[in-house]
Each structure stands twice: as C-alpha cells, then as structure tokens.
C-alpha cells in the first residue's frame, strides 16, 4: 500500500495567487481530513470529509480556503487568494472509519507551501 | 477554553534510560487520547490510542497512562534508543469529536 499521497511536496507562490493541494487517500478508507500544522499554532484540523461529503468545516480559516472531495480517491484544497500567513505545512490523513473519529488517522507526508 | 500542555522544552536523555513526556489538558472531558511519532519532514504516524476508562496501555517499549482526576497522560519509552529521537504529539476528542493536538515535544536519545 503507497499509503496517503499528497502533491505537491513543496509549493512556492506570490502573494495573490491560487494553490491548489492534492491529496490520494488510502484505498478504502472512508474519512478524510486536511490539517495545517505551523510552529506557532502546531497541527490544526480544517475539514473533515466522510463518504466524499464534507463533515465538519469549522477549521477552515475563512473564505479563501475551500476544499473537495469529488470521489473517493481524490480530494483538494484549494486556497484562493493566498496570502504569506497562509504558509504551513498542510497535511492530508484517512481513515477507516464511519462517523467517528476514534479510527487511527494515517498521514501523508504534506506539502510545504510558502507564499511570498 | 480547551487547551492541551506538552512539554515544550526538549527532552534530552541517555540512551538505555526511559523516557517520560506528558500531555496535560484543561477544560475537556476526552473519551480518548492518542499518541504520534512525527519525523522531520513528515506527517504522524500514530503510535497508541488509550480510552477514558483504560488506565494504562502498552505496546512493545511503549506504555501510556491516561489519569482522568488529573486530567493527565504520560507517555513512556521504555530502553530508549537514539532511533526513538522524535517529535511526539498527543491528540484528543471527545466521543464523536474532532481530534484536537497538543504542540508536541522533542525527543533527543542520545548514545
């Protein structure tokens, strides 16, 4: 199993532009979760899909952040515009699960993004 | 509000000895905790998941406790080896509850 797969690894970009993050999930798992993880704010949950339908989206800083799930091996997230506090390391994580969160999360390696 | 407490000062012990992080919470009722293991330049990787009503669990050199009075989990590695060296993080939700985690603590073992 390849485990998680995110892309890019690292992204560069200028103030104002689009990013977009890629995720591939485990095969047959049914949650998926993006996180940000910033030294001084450390690992914080954005979104939280089940079955390809997002859960809980409270994470998400504001409205230039947006995120899909349009099948089950495939997600993204999308920031537009970007902006340099917006640099972070963004993780995806799967899960087996149902509805719950007590499953064990698997991480992908995340993708660094820098906006200058 | 909720907070979660890991030592933020890195932890630095001799190769062979235990060694003992902690995971302090406040305003929170969890009805679980997990423990990850995350390496510079990567994501965590989840180490153990310990329920409100467990008081202790263990897995090869890994043990954790989970004190709901003290509202407080310990997190040992027992016959530490420099390959343990790590970033740990602990996270907690309550039941149905989105995963929150703590900023983690450092791990050095040095040989």
């Known amino acids: 199993d390849a485990g998680v797969i995110q892309s890019p690894r690292h992204e560069v970009t200028e103030m104002g532009q689009e990013v977009t993050l890629r995720c591939k999930p485990i095969?047959?798992?049914?949650?998926l979760f993006w996180y940000r993880q910033t030294m001084m704010r450390g690992l914080e949950l954005l979104i939280y899909f089940n079955n390809n339908v997002p859960i809980d989206d409270s994470g998400m800083p504001e409205d230039r952040f947006s995120a899909k799930m349009p099948n089950a091996s495939f997600s993204t997230l999308k920031i537009q515009p970007s902006e340099p506090r917006d640099s972070a390391v963004y993780f995806c994580?799967?899960?087996?699960?149902?509805?719950?969160?007590?499953?064990?999360?698997?991480f992908g390696p995340g993708t660094r993004l820098t906006v200058l | 509000s909720q907070k979660i407490e890991q030592n933020s000062e890195a932890l630095n012990i001799q190769e062979g000895k235990t060694a003992t992080l902690t995971c302090n919470y406040t305003n929170y009722s969890p009805a679980y905790l997990q423990w990850y293991r995350q390496d510079p330049g990567r994501g965590p990787v989840f180490l153990l998941l310990?329920?409100?009503?467990?008081k202790e669990k263990r897995k090869e050199r890994l043990k954790v406790t989970f004190d709901t009075t003290l509202k407080q989990s310990l997190f040992h590695i027992t016959a530490s080896q420099p390959a343990d060296s790590a970033t740990y993080l602990c996270?907690?939700?309550?039941?149905?509850?989105?995963?929150?985690f703590g900023q983690g603590t450092e791990l050095s073992v040095k040989p």
């Open positions: 994580a799967s899960s087996p699960g149902t509805s719950e969160y007590t499953d064990t999360q698997y």
């Open positions: 996270a907690l939700a309550n039941q149905g509850g989105k995963l929150i």
């Open positions: 310990i329920r409100e009503n467990e």
């Open positions: 095969s047959g798992h049914n949650s």
